[in-house]
Structure formats: C-alpha cells, structure tokens
C-alpha cells in the first residue's frame, strides 16, 4: 500500500471544513463545518463532529484512510481546526475559565518577550494541545455496522469501530492531565510536557537555556493551574446476550472516553459505542507481570445510549402533512377514541372515557396551586364484556393485570386459591409461566403470601 | 525486567519442547503412553512438580476470561548489543536474563492471541473416582522420563539429574513462597486498605462443601470448541512463577484492586497451565477413560454380558427399594439417562424422577442410606438435603460478579452425567425467601429444560446441562419432573430395610462395583435406533392410547419413547423392537394406576 501523503490530506481537508456545504430546503448553502467552527472559535460548543458520511461524499478515499488510521487522523483535524479558528472569530471573545486567561496572557508575554527570529527550544514553546479548547469526534459512516465484542479483533487496531453492548461498570469522572505546565524555580521559565499515555514521569531539571548555561540545576514545580486536563471515564461494557453463541461467556471490553464523551453511559444502558481499538500502553510494575500481554481498549468518540424509546427515529415520528389534515379535522376526540381497541366493537363512551385518563395527568398551574387533572375509571360488566382487553390497552404490565384479575377474584375474601387464578387468566390468554411471575413478584413485594404448597395465597 | 525464572529447573523442561515443532509434539501425544505417562495436576501436590514442566489436568470449565494479547516472539536486546528472538508462547512472564531488554517496536515481534479458562476438577466426584484417577497418575519421579521419550539412551542420566535437582528445587519453591508471603504482608502495611479476596472465593468451587481444586489454563487453538460445563484433559506447560501473584506487586494506581487479584491470584493456589494438547472427555467415568492408563488389577476382572451385569444390578436396586421391581427399573433407567438430542424448546433423554410416598417410619436414615449406594455406583453425584436453610441461603446459579469479572459459581453448575439427588424430606414448614423461590425456579428450570440460567445482572443466559435430577420427597415432590413414582414398599422389606442394605453393602465386592460402574457409563453413552417399521407400530400404539384415554397427550408418547429406549439400552439392545416397547407401556401403565391410588391429600395441585 503506498504511503498517503499526509500534507496533501491537510490541504484537503482544510477545504474540506471550509467549503462542505449542504442545501436546506430553501435551497440555501449551509455551511455544516464552518458554522460549527464559529461557534468553535466563540467557544459556544467544545465539540466538533465530523460525520464521515460527509467527508465521503467530499472525498472518498480519504474518508477510508480517516477510518482505517482513526488517531493520527484526529490529530490532523484537530490541528487544522486550530489553524483555521482565528479567521473564524467574528467577535472579541471573553474569557471562559482560568485557562483561557492563562493562555491570553501567555500569548500577550510571548509577543511581548520573545524575539520572533529567535529559534526557541521546543519544551518550551506552548504545546498545541494547549492552546485547543475543542475535541474532535467521527461519527462512522451510516453504512457502518455495529459489531459484537467477539467480533473485534488485532485486526481493527488503529481503526474507527463500531461496537454495541451493554455498560456494565464505568468510573467516575475524574481530570487527566493532557498538559503539564511546570515552573522553574530559579529562572522563572515555564515548561510543558504533553501527556499522551495514562501516565508520565514528571520532568525535575529545568531545560531551559538560562538554567542550562548557568548550571544552576533549576528544580522544576508543577502548576496545576496551568497544566490542562480534561474529564476522563473509563467504561467497562459487556455483549449483548444475543450475541453470545451457546454454551459460551459474554466478553467484555474497556471503553476510555475523554471529554465530551464522558458522562454519556450507566451501568444497564445499552449502547453503541464508535471508538478507535488501541493497544494500551502500560509501564513500571505491570509492565513486568504482564510484560507478554498486551490489554486494548477503544478510544471512545461517539456513544450512542439505545434505549427502548429510541425505536422509532426522528423521522418517522414527524408528521407528514396529510396526516396533520387527517388530525386536524373536527371529529379528532372520536377518531382518537375509536382507534383505542380498534379490535372491540362499539362502546365508544367507555373508550372516550379510557382515552380521558390515558391523556389526564396531575396539571400544575402557573401560581403553583395543583388542580387534580386525573381521573379515576371503574369498569363494571357482565363476564366477556371486553373489560380485561381495555384494561390491557392501559397496562402494558402483565404482571399488574394479573393483579388485577387477581383483585377481583379475591372480592372482599383474603385468599384465593391458585388453581383459580390459573384457570381465569388462562382464559384471558396469559400464560402460565406469566402468572407464576406475577404471583412471585406480589409476593416478594409482601402484597400477598404464598403458603408453602404454593396452592393459595393469602393477602396481608 | 528479569524475572527468576532462569533456573535449573527450565533447562530440561520448556525449552527443551519449544525449540521443537508444536505440531510433532502433539505427534508424539497420540502415543498414549506417552499421555498417560504425564503426572496429572489434579493428584501431585504442588510441591513435587517444577516449573515449567509437563503436566496433566482434568475438569470442567467453569469460566471463561476474555482473549489475550501476548507477543508470540520477541527480540531481546542483551547489554552488549546482541539480539536474539525470544519464544512467548507458553509463558507467562518474559524470558531475560539480567542486563538484557525487550524492544517492544522490533520489527521481528510477532503477536498472537490465546484465551483464559478457568477449570475446576469435576465438581461432586465421587470418592472412589478420585481414589481411581489418583492411581492412574504416574508419580512426578517419572517425570524425566516422559520430558524426552523420545531419547531412550538419555533417559539414565535425566534421572539421575532429576533426583539431583529435586531436593533443592523444592527447597527454592518454598523460599519463593516465603518470599511471595513476605511481600505480600509489607504490601499490606503500606497499602491503606487492601481489599483480599478470600482463597474460597478465587477457588470458586461449584459446590463449597465439597471443594474442588482450580486451575487457570491456556489455550492457544480451537477457542469455539471450548463449551462453558464441558469435561476436558489438558496436556501443557505448568506455570507456577510467584511474580504472576497480583498480591506480591504494588498495587498503587490500579483502580480495581480486586479485579486485578481476581485474574492474578497466586499461582500457588491456582496455578496456571499452558495447553498445547487438549482431550475433551464424554463422561467422567475413570474407568473407561482411555486417557487414563489402567492399574492392572482393574482390567484383569473378567467382563460379563451386559445382560447379566443389569439381572444383578437391577437385584441390587431392588434390594434397595423395599424390594419394589418396578421401582427398580425406573431407577435403573434414570442412572443411564443422558440427554442426547435438543430441539428448539426440548432437551430428548431427559428422564428426571421422583420417588414418592416413601415409607414414614423408615424415612430418617433411608434417603441419605440410598444416596450412598448411588455414590458407589457413579462417577459423580451430589446429595442435596432440601433444608429450608439451604435453599434460602445456598447460592445455585451462577452469578457474575462485575466487581472481580469473575463467574461466581453455583450448586447446580455441574459437569455433565453429574447426578443430583434432591432429598424433599428434610423440607420443613416455614417461608422461601426470594433466595428460596429463585433455588426453586432454577431447580425447576433445570429438571424442566436442562438449561442453567446464569445471572449476568443485565440479562440471563441459559446454558445447557445434563444433569440427572433425582428427587426423593413423601409426598409428591414441589418440583416437576418427568416421571413421578409412588414407591409400593413390602410391609415386610421395611422391617428389614437395616438388613437389605447392609447385605447390598456386603454384595458391592470391588469387582462387581468396577462391572456395575462400567456398565451404566457405557450404557448412558450407547446409541439406539427406532426403524421404520417400529415407528408405525408406536403411531398405532399412540391412537388407541387416545381412544382410550382423551387426556392423554405428546407428553405422554414422549415419556414412553424415552423409557423404552432406555429399558433397550440397559438390556443391551441398540434398537427399539417390540417386546421393550410392550414392556414400556407396560410399566407406564403400572405407574399410572399407582399415581391414582396415590391418596388425593398428598396431591398437590402444582406439578
């Protein structure tokens, strides 16, 4: 494979950021990234991601060579967005927090001091990751697949991945230093030291020329104020249970997220995660007992939390216009009551009633006086009037159905037998195993008791 | 970073394999002598083995850990300059001797991926299993000879080598271990709050009262053929170094302490074994394990006809079972029951029993009296008195602790053919708490399905099992089963119950136990046919039965399918024929007439 040629890449993504466009529906230009980079260089959002699906349309091999060397890649972005920022700044921005004082003020010494011909020693010079106040993220390519722990193997080092499963464990969020900013004390000069790997040996002896020159062995301190760090979590998640073959153990796999990622996860949620699958770096003690192992993580850029509601996709819940026409006719309130339990003919009372307490809830009125906005709804009938079918249509819960049917059987009396349970919701079409679980679960929430034999059970 | 591995131990042991193609090693293990000829892990005390030295060992996997990274070749960088490519495979820690480095970016490193088991011997074996396979292991002072098979002529001085080397070493492995406790304790000191996790705990015995013993091995090939409960025989490199303990390490920085103790915990207490040859064993049955070299004395006892060997132990049975026959045949069937086909919902062959409605005035000593000549009789077995305590307290499923990463077991996590006996008599008045109710639904989920829910805290995960489950209750039992059997006991074998078993004792000489043990493993693994022409017959069979009876449904045929395939089996047929069929419906009849004499009160309505 021939080498990429990284400066060509730099100009073509430079044009990139600056002149992707895409038309809204006015048939405007609007400018994705360009806007995105003022908002940058106000510092108004930290985030910048870039949708590969965009840059393949911009350039497609380039999109595959962002994918297959995800990291260095970032490093590409993030420093031609810095280089791009100043042009972007409409406005004078102020200052956020102590480090954008710190580097105005830095920057006002340097032009002040520094003779510009002057080469300069590189420890010395403001590191760029400094000086960045934005984090550039990927999002993959719409065509991308998301694949099981198992799945991912050496092969994906270095590259964008996508991978779903569930949290299992995360830390909290801590700082990471990404820059160390150290102080001499004799000469006064300040030292940096970025920091790319979970640890670094800090520096003592000052480098600088003045120390080095005059022998003065100048001890160096370390500035927290001036040091950078961002938030830090490390997330441990876990397959799916469908994608584990049988008789086999779910895998697990270390997620970092840095930034804006962090704080996106909790144990139990289900997630896709897009990160970069990276070899981890470790040293001294571990380094020893593990000096043939390698552990990898994924760098993570992009976490997605899937959760039930997100089933249905922005837009499919938009509405089209006819079917805003179709809502907005008169008869809304009948045709809303209606398509409740379209499968139960007739009683359209009792389904506007139904409808009035699935919509009701408590109202809190502007001066802070609560006006009781629910009701509460007594279903009375002969047998096989449909009356479970309505309550179903409110309590998705089996287990709070069976309840229910419970209730009933057991009328004023304290216990009920089981068999008896059985027989009425089986006949309402649960099933038996849905039964034994409501059974356990009131039982366990001390509704009710279940003698030893597990024949009845008895309220408390 | 040297580690102290460069001992004299080393010379003749690792390196002198590694040098070699794997693939002519594994040659050289078809021989089984030379397998045999292995000492087996399970039965050498630590102690007498060296590092890195061939070892044996049998269990069942009870976790597993995720894949590993490690480089496979290495260059090394000595002081002077010099490189050399290092060997990774089947080691724990570098190989460096003092003043050399690893480079890391060396062009030549080669990386490979090899995954973690975690084994326990095979919980619930039973003694005279243990006391059997302990024979089968050759004594480590062999151990010189099966290093170099292959080099008779050498084969003397290794000896003598050996014998040299042996009392020192074992002097420098107990050093090594005052050392590792040494440094363990001022860690300790130093350390603000070390959380530890108790031996018990790593060990992660399947059943806690009967301990088993673990062992993390290595695999390196084939990772999907490695099942989660399964029987395998590893053959690879022990790998006891005592810088593998997380213990011994400064544990400054990491953030899940317990995490990093419960992936290295000392190798003394589990050590490691690097496979490179792997036997995955049908049953659990030393007997007619041919990894196993036989003792003479057990092979020379004369084999008898399979249909003579089952007269007698169904007499045995008999005896047993207040000389009860038809009892005796359904028990029969369940010791030799094996599932040996799954469909979509259903596990085929499972032949789960109750024996109820055993007499009253003998109940006290009896169960636990029967389960002790079951104990003789199988490989591996565990007795479960159904205590209220127990079942509210006893852990039964697995459980994953996120904590530790690890599979923390449970009682019915059980190799297969591993036969549980539920006594329900012992059940007393009193609440199942939520730990009791769940024990009843996993119970009921493993007699019901043979699968195993395994707790992942976010989500279950059933593995399949085939575990026998033999429960023995007054009444009719709580839990489902297959076949539920009211014992029709001899008013007269009651009386005499002391005496019966005593002689049945007597009547267990160690010959007939070996033909009975023999028997009933090779009967659960023997296959059986149903032709064509059978099929029909049992169709036809199946329509009158509904005529007869309405209610009687698929379940019904599927009980009878599987209790005449298992009366053929243990008559020492290989196919269905038409008198074991008869002799099915027969007894299913019998059994029948027997539930519905069965008094209405001890009914429950839960089955």
């Given amino acids: 494979m021939a080498r990429r040629d990284y400066a060509q890449d730099r100009e073509s993504i430079k044009t990139f950021l600056s002149e992707f466009c895409k038309c809204d529906d006015d048939g405007k230009k609007q400018f994705v990234y360009g806007s995105q980079l003022v908002k940058l260089a106000h510092r108004e959002q930290v985030l910048i991601t870039i949708d590969l699906d965009d840059l393949s349309e911009f350039n497609e091999s380039l999109a595959e060579a962002v994918i297959d060397n995800c990291r260095r890649y970032a490093g590409i972005f993030s420093d031609v967005i810095a280089e791009l920022l100043p042009s972007y700044k409409q406005q004078e921005v102020h200052a956020k927090d102590a480090l954008d004082v710190y580097i105005e003020h ?13 080469q300069r020693d590189d420890r010395n010079s403001f590191p760029p990751e400094l000086m960045k106040r934005f984090e550039v993220g990927f999002k993959p390519m719409s065509t991308e697949k998301a694949h099981s722990i198992r799945e991912v193997k050496a092969q994906h080092i270095g590259k964008l991945t996508t991978v779903r499963g569930i949290v299992t464990r995360c830390t909290e969020v801590k700082p990471m230093m990404v820059v160390a900013t150290y102080t001499c004390d004799r000469c006064g000069s300040e030292t940096y030291q970025p920091v790319s790997s979970l640890s670094f040996t800090p520096v003592h002896d000052c480098p600088s020329d003045d120390c080095r020159v005059n022998k003065a062995a100048g001890r160096l301190y370390l500035q927290t104020r001036g040091s950078k760090f961002v938030k830090f979590q490390e997330l441990k998640m876990q397959e799916h249970s469908d994608q584990v073959p049988v008789g086999h153990i779910p895998r697990s796999m270390t997620v970092l997220c840095r930034g804006e ?27 020893m007992i593990q000096g043939l192992l390698s552990e990898t993580y994924l760098q993570a850029h992009r976490i997605i939390c899937i959760n039930k509601n997100d089933d249905i996709s922005d837009k499919e819940a938009e509405l089209t216009p006819d079917e805003l026409e179709e809502l907005a006719q008169d008869d809304f309130y009948e045709r809303l009551a209606t398509s409740l339990a379209p499968e139960i003919y007739g009683h359209l009372d009792v389904k506007k009633a139904l409808l009035l307490l699935l919509v009701g809830g408590v109202d809190k009125r502007p001066d802070g006086m609560k006006i009781r906005g629910n009701i509460n709804i007594c279903l009375m009938g002969d047998p096989g009037v449909a009356k479970s079918q309505l309550l179903g249509l409110h309590v998705p819960n089996t287990s709070d159905r069976i309840f229910a049917i419970v209730r009933e059987l057991a009328g004023s009396g304290k ?26 679960d009131y039982e366990e929430l001390n509704v009710w008791q279940v003698n030893m034999g597990r024949t009845k059970i008895t309220f408390m | 970073m040297p580690c102290p591995m460069d001992m004299p131990s080393t010379s003749n042991g690792l390196d002198h394999y590694s040098q070699r193609d794997p693939s002519e090693l594994k040659e050289l293990l078809k021989d089984s002598t030379a397998w045999h000829a292995i000492p087996l892990l399970n039965y050498t005390p630590l102690h007498k083995l060296k590092d890195q030295t061939l070892v044996r060992f049998r269990g069942m996997i009870q976790d597993m850990m995720d894949p590993e990274i490690y480089l496979e070749r290495y260059e090394v960088k000595s002081s002077d300059g010099s490189k050399r490519l290092q060997h990774g495979q089947y080691h724990d820690c570098l190989k460096l001797a003092t003043g050399e480095s690893i480079d890391y970016n060396a062009e030549s490193n080669v990386h490979g991926e090899r995954r973690t088991l975690f084994v326990v011997s095979v919980p619930g074996l039973n003694d005279w299993t243990k006391e059997h396979e302990g024979k089968c292991s050759p004594q480590p002072k062999l151990l010189s000879q099966t290093q170099s098979p292959n080099n008779a002529k050498k084969r003397t001085l290794d000896d003598q080598e050996a014998m040299d080397v042996e009392d020192d070493n074992d002097t420098l492995l107990k050093r090594k271990c005052v050392e590792g406790t040494k440094s363990d304790s001022s860690g300790n000191s130093s350390a603000a709050a070390p959380a530890v996790l108790g031996s018990e705990y790593l060990i992660n015995s399947p059943l806690p009262s009967r301990p088993s013993m673990a062992c993390m091995v290595k695999v390196y090939e084939d990772f999907d053929s490695y099942k989660l409960n399964s029987l395998v025989d590893f053959v690879g490199f022990l790998s006891v170094d005592p810088s593998l303990d997380a213990a011994t390490i400064d544990t400054e ?11 290295h915990p000392s190798p003394f207490l589990i050590p490691r074994v690097h496979a490179f040859a792997v036997q995955h064993l049908p049953h659990a049955n ?3 394990d041919k990894s196993l070299q036989q003792p003479a004395d057990a092979s020379a006892s004369e084999d008898l006809s399979q249909t003579s060997v089952h007269k007698d132990l169904r007499m045995l ?11 005796a045949e359904y028990l029969l069937s369940h010791l030799i029951s094996s599932v040996y086909s799954r469909s979509e919902m259903q596990s085929i062959g499972k032949f789960s029993l109750n024996i109820c409605n055993l007499p009253k005035e003998s109940l006290a000593q009896y169960t636990t009296k029967l389960y002790q000549v079951l104990e003789l009789l199988l490989p591996a077995s565990h007795y479960l008195a159904m205590t209220l305590e127990t079942m509210n307290t006893a852990a039964f499923a697995p459980k994953k602790d996120y904590e530790t990463n690890k599979l923390v077991s449970g009682m019915l996590q059980l190799a297969p053919h591993t036969h549980l006996v539920l006594d329900e008599t012992y059940m007393q008045q009193g609440k199942l708490e939520s730990n009791g109710v769940l024990a009843i ?9 043979q699968e195993l829910k395994c707790d992942f805290q976010y989500y279950q995960i059933d593995y399949h099992v085939n575990i026998p489950v033999l429960v023995l209750s007054e009444g009719r039992s709580m839990l489902p089963s297959d076949f539920v059997l009211p014992i029709n006991a001899d008013a007269k074998a009651v009386e005499l119950l002391d005496e019966s078993l005593k002689a049945a004792h007597h009547y267990l000489q160690p010959a007939r136990l070996q033909q009975f043990r023999k028997y009933l493993t090779l009967a659960r693994i023997s296959p059986f046919n149903v032709s064509e022409e059978h099929t029909e017959m049992i169709q036809q069979d199946f329509v009158d039965m509904r005529k007869a009876n309405a209610k009687s449904n698929a379940d019904d045929l599927h009980g009878l399918l599987v209790l005449s395939r298992l009366l053929g089996i243990a008559r020492g047929k290989n196919a269905l024929d038409k008198e074991t069929w008869q002799l099915a419906t027969e007894f299913e009849a019998k059994r029948r007439q027997r539930l519905q004499a069965l008094p209405k009160s001890t009914v429950q309505l839960r089955n």
Avoid: W
């Fill in chain 2, 441 to 449: 639904q996993h119970l009921a989920h493993l007699i019901n399905s």
């Fill in chain 1, 415 to 440: 216990a009920v037998k089981i068999g008896d349970i059985m027989d009425r919701c089986t006949t309402k079409g649960f099933k038996p195993d849905q039964v034994d679980k409501c059974i356990d």
């Fill in chain 1, 261 to 287: 990622v962090t704080r996106m996860a909790q144990p139990g949620d289900h997630v896709v995660v897009s990160g970069v699958f990276l070899p981890m770096v470790r040293s001294g003690f571990a380094q």
């Fill in chain 2, 253 to 263: 920085g990491f953030d899940s302490l317990s995490e990093l103790q419960a992936t």
């Fill in chain 2, 286 to 288: 030393p007997l007619l």
């Fill in chain 1, 106 to 118: 830095r920057l006002m010494m340097d032009a002040r001091v520094r003779n510009p011909m002057e």
């Fill in chain 2, 317 to 327: 049975l008999k005896l047993c079972l207040f000389d009860d026959d038809l009892a």
